[in-house]
């Protein structure tokens, strides 16, 4: 499935992307850089089993949130 195509992914439904918890740390890590899967509507990304959303217009400190956790990233 390719996702909607914008000037970040390019019609592609991965790309790579730094993700770095602003409330802790990632797997023993201030940050990683990986590979995330795009939803079709470019609202979520998927990175190692965990849905992230976008809401950049509403948060404080990340551009996404985790859904299961509330934590901004």
């Given amino acids: ?7 970040l992914n390019k019609g592609q439904s991965e790309r ?5 918890d ?3 740390l990632i797997n ?5 850089v ?7 509507t ?3 990304v998927y990175y190692r089993a965990k849905v992230f959303v ?5 948060c404080l400190y990340g551009n996404y ?6 934590e901004e990233y």
């Fill in 16 to 20: 790579i992307m730094n993700i770095e």
């Fill in 28 to 32: 023993s890590a201030d940050a990683r």
């Fill in 1 to 7: 499935m390719m996702a909607k195509a914008n000037h």
């Fill in 22 to 24: 602003k409330q802790g």
């Fill in 34 to 40: 990986g590979w995330v899967s795009i939803s079709k």
């Fill in 54 to 58: 976008n809401i950049s217009r509403r």
């Fill in 65 to 70: 949130i985790h859904i299961d956790a509330g």
């Fill in 42 to 44: 470019d609202r979520a």
